[in-house]
């Protein structure tokens, strides 16, 4: 150690740290400014009962009764002067004084220094000076220290003011020893850092699952970005193909050349808009991802116990992943089919705008490199999809009664009190969701007499007869009719009678997208009703048709 560090610390005040002021000695040979060690004790008077007044030594926490009377150490302060003399000066850096933000020293009067470490046994936080006696003095061996905390107060119990060191798995927090004595008694309790340890456990496996689809969503990612580059270089290559071959035979066909390349364009700003819009996202949720891990990583540091599991459960839950763990890929060459049928119709200069024209059209359409995942195998598989329906009031007959808030439809007797609505059955017992259904999707409907379970395309007619209104009787909408015993299916007013277990919970499985639309019995099994398999040109709406005076159907909660 330095000369200049050495006269520093021998003169300098252990609680200001700065140099003597009017130096005063105490009995345990520890020497302070006469204003700080005043200071000091009518802070401890302040804590104390007149009976129980105790007045310690800062440094080496030796006790004194009474209050000491200290004079001034004429031969200490003649040393100091003697030292300012030669421009020595014990004030620190700038920087090793609290700011906002710093956990300060308890220890230090005015003028704080930042603390360094806190005592979980003290209650209190130390700079780097008053912390020496808890490395210095065998009597503070025992003591917890862990990085400055501000929440001291967090750790103590506020009832019997001990510090809060078990944990009470009955109720779920952090309790002292006496409360295990009284409100805690006979609860399941643990030392908070056995149940520290646990928790730590449980968020390392946490961390582990959110980095494993980091790296899947980053591989994802990278795929998708190949597949953008192959889109449109098949489109490149289908757009290069077909216009040499529309130049051939420029003269008849110059308007159909051009709506190729229209259509070819159109779908390959929609694929690559798809493929990119599901890249995006998976790159928000890679970036949200990495700061939960962040979050858990920061938390998992904690030494604090009691800070780290009354923080613990505040943690969000680590929600479903908004993808599949694989991308799927459509194997096709994407445009190529397009270029064949070009050719096809330059071969067939006749055909074309009977035959040709149409199949053009469908292989363009048909480029759809994103494929949907297969039908869930069981009710968890399909509650993974599950979406919260309501009804529109905007859309229900005035002879249904709407409740539950408006997830349920009574037939009534009378007529019901609602505002008039262009959209608005009149013609048939019906009513509409609210939510548009894109996507995948999955609903179950607990049905209590004659009741339709159907969806339709908003363009459905509202007013008019069961021809153009009623579920199932037109192109625009598609039911499942149950009945007692049995049940039907219905789209475009055609009739097919199903067979199968009766059940008054009727589940719906939409993947809109690869156009299928599942029925099934739902009880302790799910059994498969009727299958749809079509193209959906709108998104849809869900909707039920009552058939008699108090038969009901209500949309369940499932989330």
């Known amino acids: 150690m330095e000369q200049d560090q050495l006269d520093r610390e021998t003169f300098s005040c252990l609680i200001c740290l700065d140099l003597l002021k009017d130096p005063v000695t105490t009995s345990c040979g520890h020497s302070y400014c006469m204003n700080c060690i005043k200071t000091h004790w009518d802070e401890e008077e302040q804590k104390r009962e007149e009976r129980e007044r105790i007045y310690s030594c800062p440094q080496c926490r030796e006790t004194f009764i009474p209050r000491p009377v200290l004079k001034k150490n004429t031969m200490i302060a003649a040393l100091v002067e003697q030292l300012k003399k030669t421009g020595l000066q014990a004030a620190p850096a700038d920087h090793c004084y609290a700011g906002h933000g710093d956990v300060a020293c308890d220890v230090c009067t005015g003028r704080k220094l930042k603390a360094i470490k806190t005592c979980l046994v003290c209650l209190a936080s130390f700079c780097e000076k008053h912390l020496q006696p808890h490395y210095d003095s065998a009597a503070f061996k025992k003591h917890k220290l862990v990085e400055p905390s501000k929440n001291l107060q967090d750790n103590i119990c506020s009832k019997h003011d001990k510090l809060l060191e078990i944990f009470c798995r009955t109720d779920q927090k952090c309790i002292c020893y006496l409360c295990t004595m009284d409100e805690h008694k006979g609860h399941d309790t643990v030392s908070a850092a056995a149940e520290r340890t646990e928790r730590q456990r449980e968020l390392e496996e946490r961390r582990g699952n959110i980095q494993q689809r980091i790296q899947d969503g980053e591989k994802d990612v990278k795929l998708l970005q190949q597949e953008v580059e192959a889109i449109n270089h098949s489109a490149d290559k289908a757009e290069e193909d077909s216009e040499k071959i529309f130049t051939e035979m420029i003269r008849l066909l110059q308007k159909r050349s051009s709506e190729v390349k229209q259509q070819i364009r159109s779908q390959q700003e929609t694929e690559v808009s798809r493929v990119k819009d599901v890249q995006e996202k998976l790159e928000q949720e890679i970036t949200e991802l990495k700061r939960k891990d962040a979050e858990l990583e920061q938390l998992s540091h904690t030494e604090d116990h009691s800070q780290f599991l009354l923080n613990y459960p505040s943690l969000p839950a680590l929600s479903e992943s908004t993808h599949s763990s694989r991308i799927n890929i459509r194997p096709l060459r994407h445009f190529e089919d397009v270029t064949a049928a070009v050719s096809e119709l330059r071969d067939k200069l006749q055909d074309v705008l009977r035959d040709s024209w149409t199949n ?157 639309l599942s029925f099934y019995s739902v009880s302790e099994t799910m059994t498969l009703l009727h299958r749809v398999q079509t193209r959906f040109t709108e998104p849809l709406l869900a909707g039920v048709w009552v058939s008699y005076i108090e038969d009901s159907a209500e949309f369940c909660k499932l989330l």
């Not at 249904?400 to 007529?415: A, F, G, P």
């Not at 999955?442 to 008019?464: F, L, P, Q």
């Open 360 to 516: 053009i059209s469908l292989m363009v359409s048909e480029v759809d490199v994103l494929l949907s995942g297969p039908e869930p195998k069981s009710r968890a598989g399909f509650l993974r999809y599950s979406c919260e329906i309501t009804l529109d009031p905007n859309t229900v007959h005035t002879r249904l009664l709407l409740s539950e808030e408006n997830r349920k439809v009574t037939l009534m007797d009378q007529r019901q009190s609602y505002s008039s609505h262009p959209d608005k059955f009149t013609g048939s017992y019906q009513v509409l969701s609210r939510e548009s259904l894109t996507g995948r999707c999955y609903w179950e409907v607990e049905r209590c007499g004659i009741v339709d379970v159907a969806v339709a395309y908003k363009t459905i007619s509202r007013a008019g007869g069961k021809k153009e209104c009623g579920f199932g009787f037109n192109d625009k909408s598609w039911a499942l009719v149950c009945q007692q015993n049995r049940f039907g299916s219905r789209h475009n007013n055609i009739w097919t009678p199903i067979s199968g277990p009766d059940s008054s919970r009727v589940g719906v499985y939409l993947d809109h997208r690869a156009g299928i």
